[in-house]
């Protein structure tokens, strides 16, 4: 049903963007080309990346966030995309350091209670080392991520061979 669009197919308004993924990967993700058939969905997809990336939570924690967002929506190219990204950060998606859980924790309750956290759990994430900044940018990445898992999952968007290693990572930990 979906088409998975080359630089060619895809529809003129998604070029500039599936361009500039590819320059970043080496290669056009699967993902990407089949998110280009809306260039609005990829552009939003991307614009509110470039804007989560540019956040004050640390590479490690967006990184964990992510995982954390691909794990809840079932997202197993997300996963296998994300996870090495954690582990060249230096970081695990088993990882017990105590900030990390904590983040984990949030974001959880975050998507649990569609934002609507209790006062315990936002002054335990402010506890941690956290900000309200830091809270709101977690908003950030769920909406941003939310967009990509749920559009790689509607497309069954298909884990590329360059993530293919990291595919067999257990979504439940």
Avoid: W
């Avoid at 669009?5 to 529809?11: E, L, V």
């Avoid at 308004?13 to 260039?39: C, D, K, R, W, Y």
């Amino acid at each position: 049903m979906f088409t998975t669009h080359t630089h060619d197919t895809a529809p003129a308004a998604g070029h500039a963007t599936m361009l500039a993924i590819t320059n970043q990967f080496g290669f056009l993700p699967s993902a990407v080309a089949l998110m280009a058939e809306s260039p609005e969905l990829l552009q939003a997809f991307s614009r509110a990346n470039s804007l989560f990336q540019q956040s004050s939570l640390s590479p490690i924690a967006r990184e964990t966030l992510v995982l954390a967002i691909a794990e809840r929506n079932g997202c197993e190219l997300c996963v296998a995309m994300h996870t090495p990204a954690l582990i060249r950060l230096g970081g695990s998606p088993e990882s017990t350091d105590p900030a990390l859980v904590t983040l984990r924790t949030f974001a959880n309750a975050v998507m649990d209670t569609t934002g609507a956290v209790d006062d315990d759990q936002l002054d335990a994430f402010i506890a941690a080392g956290y900000t309200a900044r830091n809270a709101l940018e977690v908003v950030l990445g769920i909406g941003t991520y939310t967009l990509s898992t749920f559009a790689n999952r509607l497309t069954k968007a298909p884990i590329d061979p360059q993530f293919a290693a990291e595919k067999d990572h257990s979504l439940t930990r």
